[in-house]
């Protein structure tokens, strides 16, 4: 199983930036892909989810502001990040399960295999 993270840069608070997670070798539509980010000196934190069956999930940080999807036929989800702030700075890594609980898809070990992770850099 390989997950590329790619869509990362640096923007103005209030700006927008869609990450890309692409999946390869694997059946990607059973899989349950996350998102969570780690600023420097901070422990990684879930940011959001989606289920192998469209269910979403978002951390109180970035509900509203943030949307995952998904689009089984590239293998690939995407998290569209609207109004950021400086608080979203960090690498933003996905990953990928296929035997996620719902009651675990918030946390980092329920997850087997992680992409390279994305840079997303907001100023003020």
């Known amino acids: 199983v390989q997950l590329q993270a790619s869509g990362g840069g640096s923007v103005q608070a209030g700006g927008s930036l869609r990450l890309s997670c692409a999946a390869s070798g694997l059946t990607f539509r059973r899989y349950t892909i996350a998102w969570f980010r780690q600023a420097p000196g901070q422990e990684r934190e879930f940011v959001a989810v989606i289920r192998y069956n469209g269910h979403t999930s978002y951390a109180d940080s970035v509900k509203g502001r943030f949307t995952i999807s998904r689009d089984n036929a590239k293998n690939t989800v995407y998290l569209q990040m609207n109004s950021l702030t400086p608080e979203d700075t960090a690498v933003y890594y996905c990953?990928?399960?296929?035997?996620?609980?719902?009651?675990?898809?918030?946390?980092?070990?329920?997850?087997?295999?992680w992409g390279q992770g994305t840079q997303v850099t907001v100023s003020s």
């Open positions: 990953a990928a399960d296929d035997g996620v609980i719902m009651s675990s898809m918030n946390r980092a070990g329920a997850y087997d295999h």
